[in-house]
């Protein structure tokens, strides 16, 4: 079965889309010529993120574009033969949304809207409304970003709907309320990766995690992007700053070890979950 070379960036990605634009298209030549199949870049890659999560100014907010305007037609033109996801501000229908595209030479493969919003980023952002796997040439693939994967039911709705791949895209700041003298230590970055690990783990599939890097505004983002196997294993990662996680991976067929004896997906027991199927509501 085919290897596949996946590497998950960690770097810093400001406002200016023309500059990031000429980031990516040297990221893609020099992986492309060392074969990389599958890249995933931070969110807010296009644009920038917000730089205040309590109180966002959307009117000085990262420049938001059409999910299909000469940006991301460019996009797909520097990838070529690999698989690229990016994270952007999407215009739509009068909103703006923290969103995710996948796409090749071929075009866009799939899309994601950012679903679970911290804090105050409703200010800034409209919610997206669902998870939804895609076919790739690399096989079916889904979308998280960011705060979607603190939610184990996100990604498990991709793993049902038949990914082996989940890219989770990330722009992950240190904590705002706690925050630590050092990284290490700081408890959104051990969580950060505690929820790769899991998510990749209790669905058994390989996740590809991208965050950025540096600061903007009152945010400092952590980095730590990684590559996970289905066993939950890391086997690759960067640190705080910026850097590349690459692994060669054969993912149909460490999937299928994975499920070879515990296949947690069809062992699952849903006439037990009586709460998930009621949306009974917490304060």
């Excluded at 460019?74 to 033969?81: E, F, V």
């Excluded at 952007?88 to 229908?93: I, K, S």
């Excluded at 294993?233 to 004896?261: C, F, M, N, P």
């Amino acid at each position: 079965m085919p290897v596949t070379r996946i590497a998950a960036v960690a770097a810093h990605f400001g406002a200016d889309i023309g500059r990031a634009l000429e980031k990516i298209a040297g990221i893609i030549e020099r992986l492309a010529a060392d074969g990389v199949q599958l890249l995933v870049l931070p969110d807010a890659s296009l644009g920038g993120y917000i730089g205040d999560l309590r109180n966002p100014d959307p009117a000085t907010g990262p420049e938001a574009i059409d999910g299909d305007g000469p940006e991301i037609r460019l996009l797909s033109r520097l990838a070529g033969d690999m698989v690229l996801c990016v994270g952007y501000a999407e215009h739509a229908d009068g909103l703006r949304y923290n969103s995710a595209v996948c796409l090749s030479g071929d075009g866009v493969l799939g899309r994601h809207r950012k679903v679970h919003q911290p804090a105050g980023e409703h200010l800034a952002y409209a919610a997206g409304q669902g998870f939804s796997a895609f076919d790739t040439p690399l096989g079916r693939m889904g979308m998280l970003i960011d705060y979607d994967k603190t939610f184990p039911e996100s990604a498990r709705e991709l793993a049902l709907d038949g990914a082996h791949t989940i890219a989770a895209l990330s722009a992950w700041p240190a904590s705002t309320t706690d925050r630590a003298s050092r990284m290490p230590n700081d408890r959104q970055s051990r969580l950060f990766d505690l929820y790769d690990q899991a998510r990749a783990a209790e669905n058994q599939i390989v996740l590809a995690s991208s965050n950025q890097t540096g600061t903007t505004g009152s945010l400092r983002f952590l980095g730590q992007a990684k590559i996970v196997g289905p066993g939950g294993d890391i086997l690759a990662k960067t640190w705080t700053k910026g850097g590349l996680a690459v692994a060669d991976i054969d993912i149909a067929a460490e999937v299928q070890r994975a499920r070879r004896v515990l296949h947690h997906l069809t062992e699952r027991r849903t006439d037990t979950y009586v709460n998930l199927l009621q949306d009974k509501g917490f304060q």
